[in-house]
């Protein structure tokens, strides 16, 4: 007994804060968002227990809930795709054959490191204004640009544009990952005559599977998370006409705005379900189509 | 006073174990080798030894003290490591100074340690610098020098030399042995070059998937190897080895090789009769030797002093042959090679050593 | 003869190619280059809009003001209930807070897991290892119930506390990362001479990680600086206001014509970080390319 005591006190002793974090912060409000999600609680009065109905009402008959969940996969769906192939196309550039890349790749990263603050959601609301730069630019092409943010048509666009403009991040770990392939294999395939888009399906892609694997699930989880610029561009609220609700939004105003806590806790943990689906899913497909280069040991 | 003393040591990892009911006793003021192929243990046992490793079955003592739950740092050992590990943001005379600090020591005591370590390894001119300022000769001196500072009763070294290219490696293995024979403190040892083992220890332990193949002074593990594996291991060029079957004929043991002449066998203590004989490459003749046969030669390394001839048999098995006289033979030339049998090793079909009734007697 | 001819043949070749990779190289420049001005476009109108006279902002492409306006910043820095100085000092106080419990708290955390032997290591990292995909959100009500009831409600203690508890594991794993790579002998030969695991953390690993520390740093400095949903959802009262919850009160005036006086704040706001990102950027790149996040 003393003997596990010395041997794993330093240890211990080290985790102290992060295993206080972890039951305090993560732990156990997660356990009690659990409970919450089951009870009706506004804060004032202590939490009563309802049973299944949050959820009951949530599934059958809350339809801004399928609204937000629709905005917030249309979101994921398009922008992470958009964003992994730009920062997958410009990391592929500045890969091979230019020596000054450290200009470009500070550019391109710049807006990511900028882009959750407020300032630039709020320049980007008065970008996609309808006299607002964006439109202007299109005037210049002969195209009458849409009211974008006031448009529930088009509002939801300029986020995904908002997530484009910031692929700096998978970019950095793509090239990092490009690093990584040894250039012999490129100069055996060209010395084999294989055609560049081939040599992009035969070798970039099948050896970046990994890294490519890590940025889809690391920026989908992201992507789910979005709040900050689509609360300011759409005045805190999801308009026009619900079409910017994201999830967290509806979230957060259930919980902050209508001191539905309860509910909102039902809504927290359909979030954390949703997200873990996501990433067991990409982890339990991985293996078919992501292979590691030491896989043999 | 600080022999060292392992008794019935083993280690386990998870539910593997990788060394068990390992004895060893290491004699006060010697320098013992441990020397092996990868992945023999080796380097586990010295790290067991200086406290890095826990072990897991019976154990340690330094002197007469039982050492098992003692930290590293309170068995009054060093240790030189293989990377030297030498503490990359200080430089060098706070690398020395840094383990003696840590025990409190006063300041003047540590200055004059130092100091003289400093003397001893030639390293003054170097004390300011950081060690990424230092050539591989120069850290690997430093690295000796924070273990001589301790003034510890037990010296250990995991593979030294083999981050240093050959001709430094050969310069450092002369002064560690002139710093043994200065000090005269107890050092071990691991290294899996056995000529580091051969030209610097006073006994080796020969050791093979964590068990002890044999202990003893270099000489005689070369003269007298207990199995076939330290036949093979230690010695170069590489001892040949001949599968054989005896038969008994007028009371008398024959053997017969592929290709070699019948021969008569010493008395031996086994009843075996698939023997596996073995001859140092420098106990082969050319042109002469009892037993004889002919072969081809595949190879001639020419190495200055001696010359290197390898020799295939008709059964195409290919014997080693050195030897310092011969350097007129070319590829392809035949030649009649053989060696008298009281040059032979003899293993039994389990590899063990099996001593001629004469040996047997004499000891 | 021939073996001329051959040698001249060769050469061709790799004019040829030589030429045709100058070509490839120099349309690549004109890419990117192009690209950068779309990229930064929007960062120079927004420079460009905060000089600017209110009826210059819209309708209006160029990025040259007819009439620079200084007054935007310092009408701006006052056009709110509060004076910015006061937000600017909140959010320092808040960041370098936030910044010193994250280093330590991570870098805690990160020693035992990457250095130190312990009962329940695997499990407890990989716990640590999901709480990163744990949306804040799924932890902010109860989170908000639990200060709530400590009163720390309109008090930066929300803001700081979790954070010198290790709460945001993105950095436990860079420096988990880091500390890896450091040789496992330089802590054994630490032990030998003398050194406990304390002494070993203080006197070896972090000395030696101080490129990882920088980037964790930097990293937590910035997203701290930019946060918005914890101090939206902790302060109320606007003395206590950090930067960009500042900057959302002058949405709430949209329509009085403050775009110029807005814009100027946004800049100032952007500022602290653009110079964190051209003095370290090594640093930054860096810290992604290991941590492979973010």
């Known amino acids: 007994m003393r003997r596990f005591f010395v041997r794993n006190a330093p240890g211990y002793v080290f985790l102290t804060p992060w295993f206080i974090g972890f039951f305090l912060l993560a732990l156990g409000p997660i356990l009690a968002s659990l409970y919450l999600s089951f009870t009706r609680y506004d804060m004032v009065a202590s939490p009563r227990w309802v049973g299944l109905d949050n959820f009951e009402y949530m599934f059958t008959r809350d339809r801004r809930f399928w609204k937000s969940l629709e905005v917030t996969f249309a979101y994921v769906a398009l922008s992470v795709p958009a964003r992994l192939a730009m920062a997958l196309g410009v990391a592929m550039l500045l890969d091979k054959g230019l020596r000054t890349i450290s200009l470009y790749r500070a550019i391109f990263y710049l807006p990511s490191l900028l882009g959750a603050s407020i300032a630039i959601a709020i320049l980007w609301r008065q970008l996609f204004t309808a006299d607002g730069v964006v439109n202007q630019v299109l005037a210049l092409v002969g195209i009458q640009g849409p009211g974008w943010i006031t448009d529930p048509d088009t509002s939801l666009y300029t986020l995904v544009i908002l997530a484009m403009w910031q692929f700096g991040s998978p970019m950095l770990i793509f090239l990092a990952g490009l690093r990584g392939?040894?250039?012999?294999?490129?100069?055996?395939?060209e010395i084999d005559g294989t055609r560049p888009w081939r040599r992009f399906t035969r070798i970039t892609l099948p050896l970046l599977a990994p890294v490519i694997f890590f940025n889809l699930v690391l920026q989908t989880i992201e992507a789910f998370k979005t709040f900050s610029s689509a609360f300011i561009i759409s005045n805190g609220t999801g308009a026009p006409a619900d079409s910017l609700l994201f999830y967290t939004i509806y979230l957060f105003n259930e919980a902050f705005k209508f001191f539905r806590m309860g509910y909102a806790s039902a809504l927290a943990w359909v979030l954390l379900v949703i997200i873990a689906v996501f990433t067991a899913i990409a982890f339990f497909t991985s293996r078919y189509w992501v292979h590691y280069e030491n896989d043999r040991d | 006073m600080s022999g060292l003393t392992l008794r019935n040591v083993g280690k386990n990892y998870g539910g593997l174990s990788v060394m068990s009911g390992l004895n060893l006793d290491v004699h006060d003021g010697e320098f013992l080798v441990l020397v092996g192929p990868s992945g023999c243990g080796k380097s586990t046992l010295l790290r067991m030894i200086a406290g890095l490793e826990d072990i897991t079955d019976g154990t340690i003592s330094i002197g007469e003290k039982i050492v098992n739950d003692l930290p590293a740092s309170r068995r009054g050992l060093s240790m030189v490591f293989q990377s030297y590990a030498l503490y990359p943001h200080m430089n060098v005379r706070k690398n020395l100074a840094f383990g003696l600090q840590n025990f409190k020591m006063p300041k003047a005591e540590v200055n004059r340690r130092v100091a003289e370590a400093a003397k001893i390894l030639q390293i003054e001119p170097l004390m300011e610098r950081k060690p990424r300022q230092l050539s591989g000769g120069q850290k690997q001196r430093v690295a000796i020098g924070r273990a001589i500072v301790r003034e510890p009763q037990l010296f250990l070294f995991d593979e030294p030399l083999s981050n240093l290219d050959a001709e430094l490696r050969v310069q450092m293995r002369a002064e560690l042995a002139s710093l043994y024979n200065r000090l005269g403190t107890t050092m071990i040892y691991v290294t899996h070059d056995q000529v580091e083992a051969m030209t610097m220890a006073s006994r080796i332990v020969v050791l093979r998937a964590g068990k002890i193949e044999q202990v003893g002074t270099p000489q005689e593990l070369y003269t007298n190897p207990q199995n076939l594996f330290v036949a093979g291991f230690i010695g170069s060029p590489k001892i040949n080895m001949l599968e054989t079957t005896v038969t008994e004929r007028d009371g008398q043991l024959v053997a017969s090789v592929d290709g070699f002449n019948e021969f008569t066998l010493p008395e031996l203590g086994t009843s075996d009769r698939s023997l596996t004989l073995c001859v140092r490459p420098a106990a082969v003749k050319i042109g002469s030797g009892a037993v004889r046969t002919e072969g081809r030669v595949r190879l001639v390394e020419y190495l200055g002093s001696e010359t290197l001839l390898h020799i295939a048999l008709s059964s195409g098995q290919v014997l080693l042959v050195s030897s310092s006289t011969i350097h007129s033979l070319h590829v392809d030339d035949t030649v009649v090679l053989g060696f008298d049998p009281t040059d032979l090793h003899y293993f039994d079909a389990s590899g063990e050593r099996v001593q001629t009734v004469q040996e047997r007697q004499s000891t | 003869m021939q073996?001329?001819?051959?040698?001249?043949?060769?050469?061709?070749?790799?004019?040829?190619?030589?030429?045709?990779?100058r070509n490839a190289r120099l349309l690549k420049h004109v890419f990117l280059i192009a690209m950068s001005c779309v990229m930064l476009y929007p960062l120079f109108w927004l420079l460009a809009s905060s000089f600017k006279p209110e009826n210059e902002i819209f309708g209006n492409l160029g990025l040259w003001p007819s009439?620079?306006?200084?007054?935007?910043?310092?009408?701006?820095?006052?056009?709110?209930p509060k004076s910015f100085t006061v937000f600017y000092v909140n959010s320092a106080i808040v960041t370098v807070l936030s910044v010193i419990g994250n280093l330590i708290s991570c870098s805690f955390a990160a020693y035992a897991f990457a250095r130190l032997k312990f009962t329940g290591k695997t499990l407890f990292f990989a716990l640590m290892m999901m709480t990163l995909m744990i949306p804040y959100h799924v932890v902010l009500i109860p989170q908000y119930v639990q200060f709530l009831a400590l009163g720390w409600v309109d008090t930066y203690l929300p803001l700081v506390v979790p954070r010198f508890l290790a709460s945001d594991a993105f950095f436990i794993f860079l420096m988990v990362q880091f500390f890896?790579?450091?040789p496992r002998e330089l802590d054994e030969a630490a032990m030998i001479d003398?050194?406990?695991?304390?002494?070993?953390?203080?006197?070896?690993?972090?000395p030696l990680s101080l490129p990882a520390m920088g980037t964790a740093a930097i990293f937590s400095l910035i997203w701290v600086w930019e946060d918005f949903l914890a101090p939206l959802i902790y302060l109320n009262d606007i003395k206590s206001y950090t930067v960009p919850l500042?900057?959302?009160?002058?949405?709430?005036?949209?329509?009085?014509?403050?775009?110029g006086q807005m814009f100027a704040m946004s800049v100032l706001s952007l500022v602290p970080v653009v110079i964190f990102f051209v003095l370290f950027q090594k640093l930054i790149v860096r810290g992604i390319a290991t941590s492979g996040m973010k």
């Open chain 3, 194 to 206: 003398g050194c406990s695991p304390y002494k070993i953390y203080w006197a070896i690993i972090l």
């Open chain 1, 181 to 189: 392939i040894p250039k012999d294999l490129y100069e055996a395939a």
């Open chain 3, 67 to 80: 009439e620079w306006r200084i007054e935007n910043y310092t009408e701006g820095w006052y056009a709110l």
């Open chain 3, 3 to 21: 073996v001329d001819e051959a040698a001249r043949v060769a050469h061709e070749l790799r004019l040829a190619r030589d030429k045709r990779e």
């Open chain 3, 246 to 259: 500042a900057l959302r009160l002058f949405l709430d005036q949209e329509g009085q014509s403050v775009f």
């Open chain 3, 180 to 182: 890896r790579q450091l």
